[in-house]
């Protein structure tokens, strides 16, 4: 297993495991975002980054997380946004290995936080994530400003 960041030769697998995760939440995300958001992981400049989880040189998970200043404390978080694992391929450590690098990473960049959501429904990942913590009991309001996140 590897765990790596985003390149720019891995548009094809990365849209493919992408889909699959826009899929699993009934997400209706129009095809320019895609285009949108692989451009942000890429982009050296903007707060965005992506890891690629392999097994046998084939790509079967990926994680997106940012950096946010916090007014509660003195470093930054780190929001791990999006995981997804091929569903073939579950159960063999890769979903944890992608969270285990982002908590690496997070270290080294003296996050003093690092955290993430599903949904309450979401029984199969929150089995991997309550082995790490226990849920934060905070409640999610969201207001839609566009059509695109309603």
Known sequence: ???????????????????????????????????????????????????IAEKDGVALGITHYSFQTSTWAPKNYCYLEDLFVDPQSRGQGLGRALIDAVKEIAISAGSSRLY?????????????????????????YRIALTAIDE
Request: hydrophobic content about 35%; aromatic content about 14%.
């Open 1 to 51: 297993m590897k765990i790596r960041a985003i390149q720019p030769e891995d548009k094809a697998v990365w849209q493919h495991l992408w889909r699959g995760y826009i899929e699993f939440y009934k997400a209706n995300i129009p095809a320019p975002q895609d285009d949108l958001t692989w451009r942000r992981l890429l982009d050296p400049d903007y707060e965005l980054h992506g890891l």
């Open 116 to 140: 993430w959501n599903t949904d309450a429904t979401n029984e199969t990942a929150r089995k991997l994530y309550d082995s790490y913590t226990n849920e934060s009991g905070k409640v999610q």
